[in-house]
């Protein structure tokens, strides 16, 4: 059994220098096991060395695709020959876009046999929304042991009228929704950037979708997908965690290779605390010369802030002067950091689905555990800004999400390295 291992962080120094953002995580998930829709082998590049991506990776090699995979770089997946429509237990408790293989296999071959998914505990995140747009599309859909089962003769045009917004439906109903005969119509859709790059994806191989990116897409069935090249997209939230780590550590800090106009939600914030921000065509420079100031911050769908973004930032406001208050609304249970923060010496209270913080000359190292991915990422930030040693165990949390993220840091002036335990 390999050694665990902790991320140790002497903080204290002032992040500097230019780092380059990988491929996003976020999309990574949905197009791999989208490309079992393609009926000829097809190649996704930028895609980021993560644990997650590595998972997918195998998962489709158990349903039968030839898949090559470069971490860090590419993977050729060729689905052609794929038969079976069964992801098993352990496979889908590696993590939550495991779901993504549902609307993808449903898609491909009218049926799939998926165990429910894992990922993060950050809350309740029912698939029951999925479950509406498999049915709206003609498949009938059985839920017992555990599983999730859905078969349809023929996969049929239908109106999807989602109750919540909600990013994973939205794209596993693109994903079964590509090849049903007719015109598929999708309301209230999610339209966070990485839906717009699975569109994008899909219709590079000849899908016919329209409207990804707003409230209504419509999707035209087609046929047959051909094979293709294609390129992901940056990572939004390793963009806005090097944006905030920059801030935190009172430093100057480029981030290079990313898209700043999906980051204008974390750019006013960070503007409203009093750091200074500026874009480029595809940079970001953060510096913090002063004071940082208290604000209030609430999780929304974007363009609003990011949900995956509100650890980090509550690890930055522990700091700030005066009270702060978050209030994440997407997730009931994206708190578990907090006990760490406070370990560190921050003052903050929990009310419900909101964090009051009250500002505190500064934090001290201390040993810590990544509860979650996103969670991880909030205690590095408090590390790098702490006076003394801060360990973090669990950091396999931090992989899910993050490619070779303490050497980023360290190319950036952070003490961080990674131990055995």
Do not use: W
Not at 130 to 146: N, P, R, S, T, Y
Not at 391 to 401: S, W
Request: a neutral charge.
């Amino acid at each position: 059994m390999p050694d665990k291992e902790k991320l140790v962080i002497t903080g204290g120094n002032p992040l500097s220098g230019d780092v380059r953002v990988s491929g996003g995580k976020n999309t990574s998930v949905a197009v791999v096991p989208a490309a079992l829709l393609c009926d000829e082998p097809c190649t996704i590049e930028n895609l980021p060395d993560i644990n997650d991506v590595a998972a997918l990776a195998d998962i489709l090699r158990k349903l039968g695709a030839s898949v090559t995979y470069e971490p860090g770089r590419f993977m050729t997946i060729d689905a052609q020959y794929v038969k079976d429509s069964h992801v098993g237990y352990r496979d889908a408790q590696k993590l939550r876009a495991s779901y993504y293989f549902m609307g993808a296999l449903l898609g491909r071959g009218g049926k799939f046999n998926i165990a429910y998914p894992g990922g993060c505990e950050i809350g309740s995140r029912p698939i029951d929304q999925h479950i509406k747009a498999f049915k709206a599309l003609g498949a009938a859909v059985d839920e017992k042991g555990g599983d999730v089962a859905a078969e349809a003769k023929e996969l049929v045009s239908g109106n999807i009228f989602f109750d919540i917004v909600t990013v994973g439906a939205t794209i596993n109903a693109m994903l079964a929704a590509v090849k049903a005969k007719g015109t598929t119509m999708i309301y209230n859709a999610a339209k966070e950037p990485h839906i717009v790059d699975v569109a994008n994806f899909l219709n590079s191989m000849g899908a016919k979708i329209k409207g990804a990116g707003t409230d209504n897409i419509r999707i035209r069935g087609v046929p047959y997908l051909r094979g293709c090249t294609y390129t992901v997209i940056p990572d939004q939230i390793e963009t806005g965690t090097f944006m905030i780590a920059g801030a935190a550590t009172y430093g100057d800090v480029t981030i290079r290779g990313c898209i700043p106009q999906h980051m204008e939600a974390l750019s006013a914030k960070l503007l409203e605390i009093g750091v200074r921000v500026t874009n480029s065509d595809d940079a970001i420079r953060v510096r913090s010369g002063g004071v940082h100031r208290s604000v209030n911050v609430k999780t929304q769908a974007y363009p609003g802030f990011p949900t995956d973004l509100q650890q980090p930032i509550t690890a930055l406001l522990t700091t700030a002067q005066g009270v702060s208050t978050v209030t994440e609304t997407i997730f009931n249970n994206r708190f578990k950091h907090l006990d760490d923060l406070r370990r560190m010496g921050a003052n903050i209270r929990c009310m419900g689905r909101a964090a009051l913080i009250e500002g505190v000359p500064r934090l001290l190292g201390s040993p810590t555990t990544a509860a979650d991915l996103r969670g991880g990422a909030a205690l590095i930030v408090a590390g790098l800004m702490a006076h003394g040693i801060t360990e973090i165990y669990e950091p396999e949390f931090i992989d899910r999400g993050y490619e070779h993220i303490e050497e980023k840091l360290r190319s950036l002036g952070a003490d961080i390295k990674r131990e055995s335990t």
